[in-house]
């Protein structure tokens, strides 16, 4: 029977490998949680663009009406201005963000996967 002060050389080997293994599989999932965190935070962004050229496009309408006095037309044409200069803006930088997702990235994984783009098929347009 061994003595309590005598380390467990099996155990500590068994949680070496545990503790191995977990980290292993940590850090195989770092990088699809940045990949998606990244994806978000460009939606958000797309999303914030949009709402913030509407809201500027009727602030400004606003303000035409308020000193001018040619109620609601100002509003209208701030509307339709402001959200027609934030499609074009969100369409830019939409553009813009695929150009990227698409690129080849400079260093290859672990599985010399060279991310060149989506691996999801293609779909048939009728």
Request: glycine fraction near 12%; charge should be neutral; aromatic fraction near 6%.
């Amino acid at each position: 029977m061994p003595k309590a002060d005598e380390p467990n050389d099996k155990a500590l080997r068994s949680l070496d490998a545990r503790l191995d293994a977990f980290e292993a599989k940590k850090a195989a999932e770092k990088p699809a949680k940045a990949e998606s965190e990244k994806a978000n935070q460009d939606g958000y962004r797309l999303l914030a663009d949009l709402i913030g050229g509407v809201l500027v496009g009727l602030g400004f309408g606003w303000l035409l009406d308020h000193y001018v006095h040619t109620s609601p037309w100002g509003m209208v044409g701030g509307l339709l201005i402001g959200l027609g200069f934030a499609i074009f803006s969100i369409v830019r930088k939409a553009m813009k963000l695929s150009a990227q997702a698409s690129a080849p990235s400079p260093q290859g994984n672990a599985d010399g996967h060279m991310g060149d783009g989506p691996t999801v098929p293609k779909q048939k347009r009728d």
